[in-house]
């Protein structure tokens, strides 16, 4: 069966690495790139591209008609950090965007359906270290809620109707291809550049600060080893804790100085984002990944770093 793959939020930080990867193994006309926003030379250039708002019903229901998709990313979401300066327009866009997806799935008879959760369901009475699958969960930003209660949605229509979602609790994803798209994580990139650019950074989380991350190629890995994973291996509707590496600030910092070495990291006073960073794990239990669908991760943080520093360079 030829797969046509329709993907939402394809020029955000994870969709613009995703359509390249699904490009690559399912053939360039074969992925349709679909984002709000003008997408970038390489998206634009190697396949089709949609103007599409996941709020429309219309126009999402003509691009379900035109395409008949077997496989639906949605990735068109407002993260952590931005969902608080705009918390209705966050709860909107990541539930209503998500139930419009889920309905013209079951409607179109798609095969397939990935949406992607975040540690941030996830809050200050959850276990913090090896945060298991299943634990307390009371997430205190509006990000952290819209995925959980998203969460409990796609397992929802998997269980009713017998919709084939599937979903990873991403933990913060480092990459240098494209912005990152206004999380609390998004330190972890920012240090990248400002060190190549200044030799400088001042982080907005404190020292001590440690949160799960990972590296952006073994999540585009890991999402598509998911996808792919026979139906009766998947035991989680929800979604699956995914861990790569953790570390705090000064440790990142003090990684990057080996290829940077005269590099030096300050902290910012008061940043909203720190409240939230401390309401979410510090590392992540991923066994049912590992032991369902065999998920290992590849980049640990020398490898990652390395990686950035080399890419960003050029
Ligand atoms: C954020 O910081 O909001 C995201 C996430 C962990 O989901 N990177």
Redesign the pocket.
């Known amino acids: 069966m030829i797969e046509k793959i329709v993907v939402l939020g394809s020029n955000g930080q994870i969709g613009t690495e995703l359509v390249t990867a699904l490009r690559r193994v399912y053939g360039e006309s074969n992925v349709i790139a679909c984002d709000i926003r003008r997408p970038d030379y390489d998206i634009k250039n190697s396949g089709p591209f949609e103007f599409v708002n996941v709020l429309e019903k219309d126009t999402l229901n003509s691009i379900f008609q035109k395409y008949q998709p077997t496989q639906v990313y949605l990735l068109a979401a407002l993260?952590?950090?931005t969902?608080e300066q705009n918390p209705k327009l966050a709860w909107d866009l990541n539930m209503n965007g998500l139930l419009n997806i889920l309905d013209l799935a079951i409607t179109y008879k798609t095969a397939k359906v990935y949406w992607?959760s975040?540690?941030?369901v996830f809050g200050p009475n959850s276990p913090k270290d090896n945060t298991p699958q299943f634990c307390v969960m009371d997430p205190n930003?509006v990000?952290g809620i819209s995925?959980l209660a998203g969460e409990r949605w796609c397992e929802y229509y998997q269980q009713k109707y017998n919709l084939d979602v599937r979903s990873i609790r991403?933990?913060?994803?480092i990459s240098w291809k494209a912005a990152?798209?206004?999380?609390?994580?998004?330190y972890a990139i920012h240090i990248f550049h400002d060190a190549l650019k200044k030799g400088t950074y001042a982080s907005f989380l404190n020292a001590g600060t440690e949160?799960?991350m990972m590296y952006m190629d073994d999540a585009i890995r890991g999402t598509i080893e998911l996808m792919d994973a026979e139906a009766s291996k998947i035991t989680i509707r929800s979604s699956y804790n995914f861990a790569g590496v953790s570390f705090t600030p000064e440790i990142l910092a003090a990684e990057i100085r080996k290829h940077i070495p005269e590099f030096t990291l300050t902290y910012t006073e008061n940043d909203p984002r720190q409240n939230?960073a401390d309401s979410?794990p510090r590392s992540i239990d991923d066994s049912f990944a590992v032991k369902e669908w065999e998920w290992k991760p590849e980049f640990d943080l020398s490898k990652l770093t390395l990686d950035m520093i080399e890419n960003l360079k050029k």
């Open positions: 993260l952590s950090a969902g992607p975040s540690i941030a930003t990000y995925k991403y933990p913060g994803l990152p798209g206004g999380g609390t994580t998004d949160l799960p939230i979410w």
